[in-house]
């Protein structure tokens, strides 16, 4: 029979009248899709090679590239679309799962774009951000039930001993990529920019290369399921510790790391030998009930002397919200919740799309339910899972997070432009690979500088928002639902996330 | 002295400096005329060298002790005063490549436009920034102060 | 006539005399230095006499540095003088015209002069040397007045042949009667002459090789060359003939003093003669070379200026070392680029040879081993990035790591030894 191919996704279109076969693309695209003819000085392509990365195009001199979304396809069908026909083709050819990267791309709800911020007029003046100082620092840590203080001689100090808290410049940290998933410059110009920001970043699995061990201070340094890279130095090294027990992309499935991409340096960094897999198991195999958790919860601050604090990273799924409530009660000091949306390296597109549950629920629900317990100053929570925009963020501060972590958005800022290939490491940007003609592409000092201005645009619209609904610190927004509108929302979901409608009065 | 600086760890071997350099030293500045009208184009004075993933653009260095100052023998190759950049007076040369026989790093060649002259990187004269240092997407090349 | 005084006198107004203006200049912004020509022109580069010839340059555009350079280094240019006499002790220099000159420093500049055949017939009209600026203007005057339609070269080196390509130029048809093998004997391999020659002869010329002439005659009663006879018997047609068999140094200044001389005036490594506050450098003198044990008269462009300015730096208080002399030459012919340095045509066996050739397109490169380092270098057809291997000559590089690489098309920076690179490339540079 005869075989249909996969069909083609983009169609490199080159504007013949500006072309200049100056072979820029030819040179650059990891996915050969652009060929030069020497004979004929024309440069042709192969469309079915390419992943829409946007490289070549960003590259050319005279602009004559235009990457298009290719029509030629099958009848419109809402049931079987393109996509699913060219899923059930591949694994018609190879039997295999079929992987992806980056986050859910399927057109769930996005529950942030269904809620409104308030403004204040008239009765509760707004605060204009350029005459009057903006408080966006948080301390992401455990905070005690009440506090007491000494007075003496007229001056007033603190009695109560407060556990370690990480100090935040602004809510934004960056969220856990793997040194092995992402280049090692991308993981220094993360670092770096944390280190200027004055916030924080997280290795991921994949342990901190010794390079990277000055910014210590500004590292969140994780320990998943394959343990990759623990050592003493290492628990010492960070300024906080994160047990991952889930990942919003693919919750209750482990990681893996094909041998080709396990290099010299990621052999060192992770502590595996060259060439072969790194395998992350899905549970970690010494945590299987909460007392469990517990304990190594412990066992980590023992090892640290109780200098650091100590986080559990939990994927978003239907009952996190007792999972939350029994991780605040075993002694963590922040539990990070990464929603369905969440990105990653390489996972079964299967699992990608449909596992979990979005963050906008999963925060609001746990911070209702650990207010409701008397629990809620346990634990700092961070919520993580595609945020896009200050918009984002601010409204899940308002639905419960004390802080957010954002990754993809930091990626998109290096370049990353979404064509969910990461898994091939081939990334022309430099971004996802450990090849090193490919990883030179990533200039640290040009990527400190964009994540930098992407976090400090971010603060600007930040605290305009908060200006205009009448606070001046961040602190007063956090978990204060009053000031969200639900809009296009069915009760159910205004219940769950404990906003009123829009239009609804005070 | 402003020289540029190559940083050879973020060169991509993408060649964009070549294809700028050759616009920027055409008859008409302008890159879609240069290409597809001006035959011969002229040379480029930066080249891309390449092996394996390592890669990185080299030019004239305009070094303080140049051996194609010493060996030229019209006088075309000389200092300028202000900038301290060695440059080539294209009315003077005669390509009798001494300058190709000594420059050790092999950064001049025969200019393929106009007959007979040596073609080297003149830090682009006249700009204020040299356009491959100015259009390098990656940042590896920088126009900087010289430490002595 | 007085004695004039100045602290530095140059005697020699080319490529050595000059570098010295600017190595004394670097350390002495003020001492009066003299400078002083045989010549009559303010400033040429010699090198240039057969573009002269050849109508490629002009001969207001003959000048390799302007007349404000004399003015701006505060020299005092004296031209159309020869100098005569030398007086070492008292340091004093008689010249020509009955004016005599003391210094405190000398630098003796003076060049070489062509070797003069000893052949019947060569007083007549239309036989010249090819070596000076007034050598061109004659031959061209000349062939303006006569009607030259064949011409001789004697000696096919690079100056005649330099001659030869100018005449070309001209409409001339030319006859190269050469004593060795094949032209270009010191420079080039017998692979790079037979290219050269097969161009050579595409133009119309004829070549004689390991021949000579013997006799030039004139017709009738006039007293103008008009036949060479050759050693073989052959008689050829030649109205003008143009006699290039090599140059002496001309170290006549130095006769009947205590400077040591051998077939130049030999120097140490500060240009510096045997006689304090003397120095010679260029054409005539004898310096140490890079790739032998003794020293040498290698006559340069590149070479002269160097120890031009060596000699001058030193003789304003500088403490400046001439690394040696290496034999280099780059000349286009017949529109073919080529290029030699070192040592190119030897035949022993404690050489190591790697070669490449492309017959199609005349192109060939030879490089010559000796020890795992490069002691020299043919170039033909392709010259590109030649200076990279005068590189490693002159810096004695151990290439054993990249001898395999050597020919490569794409061989360059990246491929050479990586401390010799980071050496190479100063600060402001490669990062590498």
Redesign the interface.
């Known amino acids: 029979m005869a075989k249909r191919p996969i069909p083609t996704e983009f169609i490199v279109e080159r504007d013949k009248d500006k072309c200049i076969a100056c072979q820029v693309c030819v040179r650059m695209c990891s996915n050969d899709v652009h060929i030069y003819d020497a004979d004929t000085n024309i440069v042709t392509n192969d469309n079915s090679k390419c992943v829409g990365c946007h490289f070549c195009e960003t590259l050319c001199p005279t602009d004559a590239i235009t990457i298009k979304k290719n029509e030629s396809s099958f009848k419109p069908n809402a049931n079987w679309s393109a996509s699913v026909i060219s899923d059930i083709t591949k694994q018609a050819e190879t039997g295999g799962v079929i992987l992806t990267g980056m986050g859910c791309d399927k057109p769930y709800t996005i529950y942030w774009d269904h809620i409104l911020l308030n403004a204040s007029q008239v009765t509760n003046p707004s605060i204009d951000p350029l005459r009057e100082p903006m408080e966006l620092r948080r301390y992401i840590g455990r905070k005690p039930d009440k506090i007491e203080l000494n007075y003496n001689k007229g001056k007033i100090k603190l009695k109560t001993k407060l556990e370690k808290q990480l100090k935040l410049a602004v809510p934004i940290m960056f969220s856990a990529m793997s040194y092995g998933s992402i280049s090692l410059n991308t993981c220094a110009s993360l670092a770096k920019a944390s280190h200027e920001l004055g916030i924080f970043y997280n290795t991921g699995e994949g342990g901190l290369h010794k390079s990277l061990y000055k910014y210590g201070k500004n590292t969140i340094i994780q320990i998943a399921s394959g343990r990759f890279g623990v050592h003493p130095d290492y628990l010492k090294a960070g300024a906080a510790i994160e047990i991952k027990i889930g990942q919003g992309a693919k919750p209750g499935i482990g990681g893996h790391l094909p041998g080709e991409k396990v290099s010299e340096e990621i052999s060192e960094t992770r502590m595996i030998p060259e060439g072969t897999d790194a395998i992350s198991p899905a549970p970690h195999h010494d945590i299987y009930s909460i007392e469990d958790l517990r304990q190594l919860i412990y066992a980590l601050k023992e090892a640290t002397d109780y200098e650091k604090p100590v986080g559990v990273k939990i994927a978003a799924v239907h009952n996190v919200v007792p999972i939350a409530s029994g991780i605040a009660r075993a002694g963590a000091d922040y539990i990070a919740i990464d929603g369905m949306r969440g990105g990653t390296g390489a996972a079964p597109k299967v699992i990608r799309d449909n596992v979990g549950i979005p963050i906008e629920f999963a925060i609001a629900a746990v911070d209702a339910r650990l207010r409701e317990e008397g629990i809620r100053t346990n634990v700092s929570l961070i919520a993580a899972g595609g945020f896009r925009s200050s918009g984002d963020i601010i409204k899940a501060i308002a639905l419960g997070a004390d802080a957010v972590y954002v990754a993809t958005s930091a990626l998109i800022a290096l370049g990353c432009s979404q064509c969910q290939k990461c898994y091939t490491g081939k990334c022309n940007w430099g971004i996802a690979t450990q090849d090193p003609y490919l990883t030179k592409r990533l200039n640290p000092e040009i990527g400190v500088q964009r994540l930098k201005n992407l976090i400090r645009a971010w603060s600007l619209e930040i605290k305009d928002m908060l200006g205009g609904m009448g606070i001046n610190s961040i602190d007063s927004l956090c978990g204060n639902r009053t000031h969200l509108r639900g809009i296009g929302l069915l009760d159910r979901e205004l219940e769950i996330l404990g906003i009123k409608s829009a239009g609804e009065p005070q | 002295m402003k020289?540029?600086?190559?940083?050879?760890?973020?060169?991509?071997?993408?060649?964009?400096c070549e294809?700028?350099c050759i616009v920027q030293h055409s008859k008409t500045k302008n890159?879609?005329k240069t290409?597809?009208e001006e035959y011969p184009k002229p040379a480029t004075r930066i080249?891309v060298?390449?092996?394996?993933?390592?890669?990185?653009a080299?030019q004239c260095?305009h070094?303080?002790d140049a051996?194609c100052l010493?060996?030229?023998?019209?006088?075309a190759m000389y200092r300028d005063k202000k900038t301290g950049a060695v440059l080539c007076n294209e009315?003077?040369c005669?390509?009798?490549?001494?300058?190709?026989?000594?420059?050790?790093?092999?950064v001049?060649?025969?200019s393929p436009d106009k007959k007979?002259i040596a073609s080297k990187c003149d830090l682009c004269m006249g700009e204020d920034v040299p356009v491959c240092v100015k259009?390098c997407?990656?940042?590896?090349l920088k126009y900087?102060d010289?430490?002595? | 006539m007085k004695t004039l005084k100045t602290e530095y006198l140059i005697t020699g107004n080319s490529s050595a005399g000059v570098a010295c203006i600017e190595g004394i200049r670097e350390i002495d912004k003020a001492g009066n230095i003299t400078v002083v020509s045989d010549e009559n022109i303010f400033n040429y580069s010699r090198p240039l006499i057969s573009y002269l010839l050849g109508n490629r340059v002009k001969k207001k555009n003959m000048f390799f540095r302007s007349r404000n350079f004399y003015d701006e280094n505060k020299v005092n240019l004296v031209l159309d003088n020869k100098a005569k006499k030398l007086d070492v002790k008292r340091k004093i220099v008689y010249f020509a015209n009955s004016q005599s000159i003391k210094f405190d420093k000398l630098l003796i500049a003076t060049g070489g002069s062509p070797i003069i055949p000893e052949i019947k017939g060569s007083q007549l009209n239309g036989v010249f040397t090819f070596t000076t600026f007034n050598d061109a203007v004659a031959i061209k005057d000349y062939i303006k007045k006569h009607t030259v339609k064949h011409a001789v070269v004697i000696g096919g080196g690079l100056i005649g042949l330099k001659a030869v390509e100018a005449l070309v130029e001209l409409g001339i048809k030319i006859s190269i009667i050469e004593l060795a093998d094949r032209i270009l004997s010191t420079t080039f391999d017998t692979k790079a002459s037979g290219i050269i020659q097969n161009a050579l002869k595409k133009t119309g010329c004829n070549i004689f090789t390991k021949n000579t002439v013997v006799e030039i005659l004139s017709e009738d009663k006039e007293n103008k060359a008009k036949l060479v006879t050759l050693k073989t018997r052959e008689k050829i047609q030649a109205d003008l003939v143009i006699t290039a068999i090599g140059v002496r140094p001309n170290i006549q200044l130095v006769n009947n003093t205590s400077i040591v001389t051998h077939r130049g005036i030999l120097v140490d490594e500060t240009m510096q003669t045997n006689v304090k506050d003397i120095y010679a450098a260029g054409d005539v003198c004898e310096a140490d070379t890079l790739l032998d044990e003794d020293k040498k008269n290698i006559p340069i462009w590149p070479n002269a200026f160097k120890q031009g300015r060596i000699a001058g730096e030193n003789m304003a208080g500088g403490n400046a070392v001439y690394t040696g002399s290496v034999a280099m030459n780059s000349v286009e012919l017949c529109g073919i680029p080529t290029i030699s340095i070192g040592k190119t045509s030897l035949e022993q066996d404690k050489y190591e040879i790697l070669e490449m050739r492309k017959k199609e397109e005349s192109v060939y490169k030879k490089i010559v081993l000796e020890n795992n380092h490069i002691v020299g270098c043919i170039f033909v057809g392709n010259i590109e990035r030649a200076g990279i291997y005068t590189g490693l000559i002159m810096n004695k590089i151990d290439i054993s790591s990249i001898k395999d690489r050597l020919l490569e098309n794409d061989f360059g920076v990246l491929a050479l030894p990586e401390k010799y690179r980071k050496h190479l490339v100063g600060d402001v540079g490669l990062e590498v």
């Open positions: 020289r540029i600086r190559i940083d050879e760890k973020y060169c991509m071997g993408c060649r964009l294809v700028h890159i879609l290409y597809m080249l060298e390449e092996k394996g993933y390592v890669t990185f080299l260095r070094c303080e051996p010493d060996a030229c023998m019209t006088g009315d003077k005669v390509g009798c490549w001494m300058c190709i026989m000594t420059c050790p790093f092999g001049i060649s025969r007979s259009n997407p990656n940042e590896a900087e010289s430490k002595d």
